[in-house]
């Protein structure tokens, strides 16, 4: 093998009968086409240049340029696939990052997971926004339970939405006392309702063995509470709010009732008719 070595002092230079390149030390098994020790620098002036470097077994690129910005080019169309630039911004298909921030896309960017966390918490899987689709599309967060998911407006900071880890929702509030689902700070519109109950619905006051209270025990109960029998009062409604739900199961079930009241009330008439004819 044809082998042309330069020593100077303590430094080798060697090129091969191949083409491989060696500097800085000798070591006949290096396959690199190049292989320099340390480190390799290209400078077209003091302002210009660039430098691969290899110190505490970290490889480290250097560049300089007056606009402080290192480009990626396709050199077959002249795409700028690539830009990095100062403070640390990085931007791809892309050469505006005027703004704050520091990753600059344009056009869309592919993941099967995101995740937004703050630095102090990288090493840890607390504190963190995540995006991921395993089964189906999630939205993932982890923070202090007393802490909420929260949808803000940037122009005004009002928060319409919040998710609490509880599972609890709040529609202009961050008020969740109680065991509700659902908390709605203001009116609530909608085409329809449905509200299915787990308890039975009143047809039960039709039973033969319901127990239809006489009217003037009706009378006295009114007289005693200030308000229907199994109807909540008006304190209980200030206090707890009204349960919709529940509200209109026990409204139906007075309905029904007062159409039993009804009904025997024709039947006397009904009666008092016969004996007046008689």
């Keep these: 093998m044809l082998l042309l070595e330069i020593l100077l002092i303590r430094t ?15 070591n006949a098994s290096i396959t690199e086409q190049l292989a320099v020790s340390n480190n390799l620098a290209l400078y077209a002036s003091a302002t210009r240049g ?10 480290r690129f250097f560049w300089r340029s007056p606009q402080r910005v290192l480009e990626f080019i ?7 696939a690539l830009r990095v630039g100062d403070a640390g911004k990085v931007m791809v298909n892309t050469g ?3 703004s704050n921030h520091k990753f600059h896309v344009e056009g869309g960017a592919l993941s099967d997971r995101n995740r937004v966390q703050p630095e102090a918490d990288w090493d840890s899987d607390e504190n963190y926004l995540g995006m991921y689709f395993s089964d189906n599309p999630e939205i993932i967060w982890d ?17 319409p939405l919040r998710l609490s880890s509880a599972g609890k929702v709040g529609i202009n509030t961050d008020c969740f006392t109680g065991p509700h ?35 003037a025990e009706v009378e006295d109960y009114i007289k005693e509470n200030g308000h229907l029998p199994n109807i909540p009062s008006a304190a209980e409604i200030e206090e707890t ?9 026990l409204l139906t079930e007075k309905v029904e009732e007062l159409t039993l009241y009804v009904i025997e009330l024709r039947k006397e008439i009904d009666t008092l008719k016969e004996e007046i004819k008689d």
């Design 12 to 26: 080798r230079f060697s090129v091969d009968q191949r083409g491989k390149i060696q500097a800085g030390f000798s």
């Design 50 to 59: 660039m430098k691969l470097d290899i110190t505490n077994n970290r490889a």
């Design 74 to 80: 396709n050199e077959d169309d002249g795409t700028v």
């Design 96 to 98: 505006s990052f005027d």
């Design 143 to 159: 923070s202090d339970p007393t802490d909420y998911f929260e949808f803000k407006a940037a122009d005004t900071g009002e928060v």
């Design 181 to 215: 689902s659902l908390y709605i700070e203001g009116s609530a519109i909608a085409e329809e309702i449905f509200v299915q109950l787990k308890s039975a619905w009143c047809d039960y006051v039709f039973a033969d063995d319901y127990y239809l209270r006489p009217l």
């Design 241 to 249: 709010g009204i349960p919709l739900g529940e509200m209109e199961r």
